[in-house]
């Protein structure tokens, strides 16, 4: 999926539950936000800067944490950090599922996308 920066909101996120605590950090050029609820990671994500793009990557939400608004608050908080004068788009690979929060956010999908899983977790194929 793709997106228009420039339509995005940038602005550094607020988060509405005080038992909720935001941390960002930058390894490498790559951006990181994790929402915590005391030691348990509640959502994370990441984003790297490729020349205009931001590759947005991992996009998680916890399923004890989930229709909580913390997708669309991850993505703000990612945004925040990458955003600069020379990024122009966002791209991303989406889940089933994850598309229906990105539509929202105003991404549009560009093609579709086989999404694969070795893991023993969530044992479905999504095609994305």
């Known amino acids: 999926m793709i997106v228009d920066m420039a339509t995005q909101d940038t602005e550094d996120p607020w988060l ?18 994790v929402v915590r609820s005391g030691d348990t990671v509640a959502a994370s994500g990441r984003v790297f800067v490729v020349g205009e793009t931001a590759v947005f990557d991992k996009i998680v939400v916890q399923p004890a944490f989930q229709r909580r608004g913390l997708g669309s608050f991850i993505m703000k908080a990612l945004a925040a950090q990458a ?15 994850g598309q229906k929060l990105y539509s929202h956010l105003g991404w549009s999908t560009v093609c ?17």
Do not use: F, W, Y
């Not at 579709?112 to 994305?128: N, W």
């Open 112 to 128: 579709r996308v086989l999404m694969l899983s070795t893991s023993d977790e969530g044992a479905d194929l999504s095609v994305g």
């Open 16 to 33: 509405s539950d005080d038992e909720l605590k935001l941390v960002t950090s930058q390894l490498d050029g790559v951006h990181h936000a």
């Open 83 to 97: 955003i600069g004068p020379d990024v122009e788009n966002g791209l991303l690979l989406a889940s089933i599922d």
